[in-house]
């Protein structure tokens, strides 16, 4: 049976496709990638929650679920049901948190599928229990941003002062993750970054007010604690926590918290994550441990260095963004590839060479350079291996050549990159605040 598309959504797809009049196959790929959440990963159930798989594992990642639904939100403005799933998918992620804050995927019931024999307070509900500071941001992103998109606030009055009280509690425990922290985790008989030293503890780190992180949101294992992408974006989430308790919740006190714990991070990130690189002048690391070792790289999973400003950490143009831009989009980055297709960023989570296409859409997005985002375009319509969907990473040499044929989050993040392209993105976020600003400039 042929699933029906909204027509809130087939307004979007009809709004690429007149801005892209004599591009077929950029028309058919927006098209195809852009209902590939909703046709095939959103699964409604009976109690108003919404089970979300990533593709080709039938688990809900906190992170990839809420990155794979945010350009629906532009649907869920004016279309009830569309904002009805949506809100399902946060009522879900916030259950999810409840049940258990270091947990990263979840099992739609209680089936003990995923990884049980890991080292971990595993129960029948988590698929995996990675913990990852970037999975209890994104639901409070989407949160913030479906409240923006479509003014609704009940789901936020019945669970959203718990789900932050949680979220601040363990990230304030994991400020001092030696002396306070109940997390260990470790995986039998797996390559490293699959699993914790120090019999599940992790690398050992000092308290710098940034807080701690056991894996990347590659899955992988940091190398150093202090995650300094997914830190930017908890100080972004709890300025949004701060406003909600403000706007919807009065509570002040909540608020106070959420401010603080944000102050405190930040001041971390500033006095520890940055150095002064010999070519490329003072930039951002990606991980510390607060002792002055440090990692210089980039991810290409989001939270990523060259996200801030997607995320909202900083502004476009803010100097050492540029800088540890510039470092990141050249060799100096050992996760930088250049190739006959395309130039970009992977990960070491993938093969040497493999670019990912969400990297490129990141790159699009925080560009101010038209020249640039043309140039990412190209790459995209060269590169889905003959397929026309994304993937996790390709061979800049041989895009036939690619992990994961069905991966949502990458094909979320190609229509959100085209739908910027032609002026739209998602209300309240630094996205939609930059396409304001460039229009105002052109004015």
Same mark, same amino acid.
């Given at each position: ?36 959440? @909703? ?7 009976? #109690? ?10 039938? $688990? ?5 679920? $809420? ?7 532009? $649907? ?21 948190? =409840?049940? /258990? ?59 959203? &002062? ?13 400020? +001092? ?16 970054? /699959?699993?914790?030293?120090? #019999?599940?503890?992790?690398?050992? %780190? ?17 190398? @150093?604690?202090?995650? %300094? ?8 989430? =709890? ?12 509570? +002040? ?7 603080? =714990? ?33 990692? =210089?790289?980039? /991810? ?25 831009? &510039?470092?990141?989009?050249?060799? +100096?980055?050992? @996760? ?108």
């Amino acid at each position: 049976m042929t699933l029906v598309i909204p027509n809130s959504m087939q307004k979007l797809i009809n709004h690429v496709k007149e801005f892209f009049p004599g591009d077929e196959k950029l028309r058919h790929m927006f098209e195809q990638c852009f209902i590939n959440t @909703y046709t095939t990963t959103l699964k409604k159930k009976e #109690d108003g929650k919404t089970f979300v798989i990533t593709g080709d594992i039938p $688990a809900m990642w906190l992170r990839d679920s $809420a990155a794979q639904v945010r350009p629906y939100l532009l $649907a869920a403005e004016e279309d009830e049901e569309m904002a009805d799933l949506l809100e399902g998918v946060i009522r879900q992620q916030f259950a999810f948190i =409840l049940h /258990d804050p270091y947990a990263n995927a979840f099992n739609e019931s209680a089936n003990g599928k995923g990884h049980q024999s890991d080292l971990t307070d595993m129960t029948p509900h988590i698929w995996e229990r990675k913990y990852e500071v970037d999975s209890l941001c994104y639901p409070v992103q989407l949160a913030y941003l479906f409240w923006k998109s479509t003014g609704r606030t009940t789901f936020i009055k019945e669970t959203f &002062q718990q789900v932050i009280e949680t979220i601040i509690h363990v990230w304030k425990t994991e400020q +001092d993750h030696e002396n306070l922290s109940p997390y260990q985790f470790e995986r039998e008989d797996v390559r490293q970054s /699959d699993t914790l030293t120090r #019999d599940g503890k992790g690398g050992r %780190v000092v308290t710098t007010g940034m807080t701690w992180s056991a894996f990347r949101p590659s899955d992988d294992a940091c190398t @150093y604690g202090y995650l %300094v992408p997914a830190n930017m974006f908890a100080v972004v989430v =709890l300025g949004y926590a701060a406003e909600i308790c403000d706007e919807v919740l009065n509570n +002040d006190v909540l608020k106070e918290e959420c401010v603080e =714990l944000r102050d405190e991070i930040q001041k971390g990130i500033e006095g520890y994550a940055k150095l002064d690189h010999p070519v490329h002048g003072e930039m951002y690391v990606y991980e510390t441990d607060g002792e002055g070792r440090c990692n =210089l790289m980039d /991810d290409a999973n989001v939270p990523s260095l060259l996200s801030a400003p997607y995320l909202g950490y900083l502004p476009y143009n803010d100097t050492t963004y540029l800088n540890t831009r &510039q470092f990141l989009l050249s060799r +100096d980055n050992p @996760y930088y590839y250049e190739g006959k297709y395309a130039n970009g960023i992977g990960s070491p989570h993938t093969p040497d060479h493999y670019i990912w296409h969400i990297a490129l859409a990141i790159q699009g997005m925080t560009t101010t350079s038209e020249e640039e985002k043309q140039q990412i375009l190209t790459y995209f319509k060269n590169t889905d291996g003959g397929t026309n969907y994304m993937h996790e990473g390709f061979n800049a040499d041989c895009p036939e050549e690619f992990t994961r044929d069905w991966f949502a989050w990458a094909n979320t993040m190609f229509s959100e990159f085209v739908l910027s392209l032609t002026g739209k993105a998602v209300k309240g976020s630094p996205l939609h605040q930059q396409l304001i600003k460039n229009n105002s400039n052109k004015a």
